[in-house]
């Protein structure tokens, strides 16, 4: 009976396996499409642009400084394929002004026709302790981080929708999936992303629209650097529990979920954990998913148990040498 009944579910699971692939989305083919990725010229923002020029696709590049655009688009153009493909370049603010950000993408639709990918990449973080950010940095960072977001894929959806195909992708963080010492500014500007792609992928996926949130871990690119500059140790700690990750090995993960529909899109081991732990009610995408979601979800939870506890020892260590430390200078 025990066999029969272990049998039937093996079975079971095997025949979700197949047609798990009959209810995803089909995939969207780069060769021609018209990508455009704000924050295209720095960072994973420019090897995302990179990946996609490498499948046949035409780029716009959206961000604010201009040489660095330019320079951007010299570099990315030396993977073209073929003699047809090109890269523009668009300088704007995305976080100021909705109709500035709809100009642009009409600008670029003008040009290299409609959008068939957005990739929201553009973005900034600043670590501190909640009482050392200065207040205007939090609306700064949901202005830049979320807003930005907001008024580009508001330029692009409408026409995805009249055209039942496209794809969104929004570039989060590892900080939008759990909250950690340093972020309280930065991690909220990525949480919300979430809120809006989940919301966003229930009004377009009847119109076969498919949205992707990205959880990248720490990530060697010169916001990165940036961001080192004023990270408060307790942040640092924290981090090195996980390695550091290449721009590249990024955005080609990145670029593979957005062109599969993917909603969820992680890179590595504790990516993976992460959004397996964090997908709440979150969309799937294939039935395997959902299944290595329920199965994996109580292991997971228990390792980040661990985890937790490690992060706040360490909090409390550093803590410990502050006051020491401030203890020591006034006994002197
Ligand atoms: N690196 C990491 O460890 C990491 C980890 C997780 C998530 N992320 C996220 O990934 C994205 C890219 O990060 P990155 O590390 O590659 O950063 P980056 O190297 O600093 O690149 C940021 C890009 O965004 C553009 N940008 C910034 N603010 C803008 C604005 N207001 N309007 C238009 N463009 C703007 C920048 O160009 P201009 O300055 O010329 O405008 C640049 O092209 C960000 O959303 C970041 O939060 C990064």
Known sequence: MLLLAAAFIV?????????????????????????????????????????????????????????????????????AINEKQVVICISVDVSKDYRQVENVIKQAQEKLGPVDMLVNCA??????????IEIGQFTRLMEVNYLGSVYASRAVISTMKERRMGR????????????????????????????????????????NVYI????????????????????????????????????EQVAKVIVKDAIQGNFNSSVGSDGY?????????????????GLQQVVTMGLFRTIALFYLGSFDSIVRRCMMQKQNCEQASKTD
């Open 11 to 79: 079975a079971f699971v095997l025949l979700l396996y197949m047609v798990s692939p009959l209810i995803s989305p089909s995939p969207l083919k780069l060769a021609g499409a018209h990508v455009v990725v704000t924050g295209g010229s720095s960072g994973i923002g420019k090897c995302i642009a990179i990946e996609c020029f490498k499948c046949g696709a035409f780029i716009t590049l959206v961000a604010r400084n201009e040489s660095k655009l330019v320079q951007a688009k010299k570099e990315i153009e030396k993977y």
């Open 212 to 247: 992707t949130v990205a959880y990248p871990p720490d990530t060697d690119t010169p916001g990165f650097a940036e961001e080192n500059k004023s990270k408060p140790l307790e942040t640092k700690l924290i981090s090195e529990s996980s390695s550091l990750c290449q721009p």
């Open 123 to 132: 973005g900034m973080a600043i670590a501190g302790t909640f009482e050392e």
């Open 273 to 289: 954990m992460l959004s397996s732990l964090t997908c709440g009610m979150s969309p799937v995408t294939t039935i395997t998913e």
């Open 168 to 207: 969104v992708v929004f570039v989060s963080s590892q900080a939008g999936q759990l909250g950690l010492f340093g972020y309280t500014a930065y991690s909220p500007s990525k949480f919300a992303l979430r809120g809006l792609a989940e919301a966003l992928q229930m009004e377009v996926k009847p119109y």
